[in-house]
């Protein structure tokens, strides 16, 4: 069985998507949560760093051998924070130390990110170079125990990087009709893993949850998931209305049983793996619908 093949059958359907940790709550609340999730069928739980976040493989590290019977995953290790050869060090530690149970999602972040450390925002140029210093740190002193590495891409050009120098794909904020699109890019033979945002309610609940989405994008400049959307089709009109088929598209709304029966469009559509986000406002909110979700969603 390939790496890939494993890693498919490990992940199964389902797992879970939570924001990225922050320095609260405490790690004991974490570990918490994330036995809960497990224990209620979800397969993996996957987080990743941000301003203000935990360092994602000394926090990995507690959250795996804390919690032993479910994969981790990092929605992203933000290559801002570490050299190539620190990020393939320290996943083939973690690789080593929990065989199986540990996914690498790698991402260039975004502009603000780079400016902050006073260097222009080139992603496709900077990840292609980042991937080469992995490259080179394994080669020179390869991981005991292999591990998967997909990077956050959501344009042609990071897919096609994707498929060509990693293990798949992890999209982010992107709407249903994304998967078909990644798929066809990434070809048969790599994992593609998107983030998909769930919320139990109406759609007019759903609005206000993709406009704050929307606004927290322009807000920062965040200019790959905006240009994903208008690749798809979308205009500014639906973007800032939005429009109902853009919020249909985004989020899968309604109550347990009609979010699960969209779950399945997404991996009729080519996913291999799907991580829910529920639209909340706390990590234990979070966590709470993520277990009323599972019942239904979980397969």
Avoid: C
């Avoid at 759609?203 to 965040?222: F, G, I, K, N, P």
């Amino acid at each position: 069985m390939t790496l890939i093949e494993d890693t498919r059958a490990r992940l199964g359907a389902v797992g879970a998507w939570l924001p990225s940790a922050p320095l609260a709550p405490p790690p004991d609340v974490e570990r918490a949560a994330t036995r809960r999730l497990a224990d209620a069928g979800y397969r993996s739980v996957w987080s990743g760093e941000g301003p203000g976040s935990r360092e994602v493989f000394a926090h990995f590290g507690d959250l795996l051998a804390s919690v032993p019977d479910v994969v981790l995953g990092t929605g992203i290790a933000n290559l801002w924070a570490r050299r190539g050869a620190t990020a393939q060090k320290g996943g083939a530690t973690l690789a080593q130390a929990h065989p199986g149970r540990f996914v690498l999602g790698i991402g260039a972040g975004h502009a603000f990110q780079a400016e902050k450390l006073g260097e222009a925002y080139r992603p496709i140029d900077r990840m292609r170079a980042y991937l080469s210093d992995m490259d080179a740190a394994e080669a020179e002193n390869p991981s005991p125990v292999a591990f998967p590495r997909i990077l956050a891409a959501v344009g042609p050009k990071m897919l096609e990087l994707a498929r060509d120098h990693a293990d798949g794909a992890h999209p982010f904020a992107q709407p249903v009709s994304h998967t078909p699109y990644a798929r066809e890019i990434l070809g048969p033979d790599k994992l593609l893993i998107p983030q998909q945002t769930v919320l139990l309610g109406t759609r007019e609940d759903a609005r206000e949850s993709v406009r704050r989405r929307v606004a927290q994008s322009r807000e920062y400049r965040v200019t790959a998931y905006i240009a994903g959307w208008k690749r798809l089709g979308y205009r500014d009109a639906d973007i800032d209305g939005p429009s109902d088929r853009f919020v249909d598209d985004l989020v899968l709304w309604g109550d347990a049983g009609t979010i699960a029966k969209r779950l399945d469009e997404v991996l009729d559509a080519g996913a291999d793996h799907v991580l829910l986000t529920p639209s909340a406002t706390s990590f234990e909110s979070t966590v709470d619908i993520l277990l009323e979700l599972a019942p239904e969603v979980v397969r």
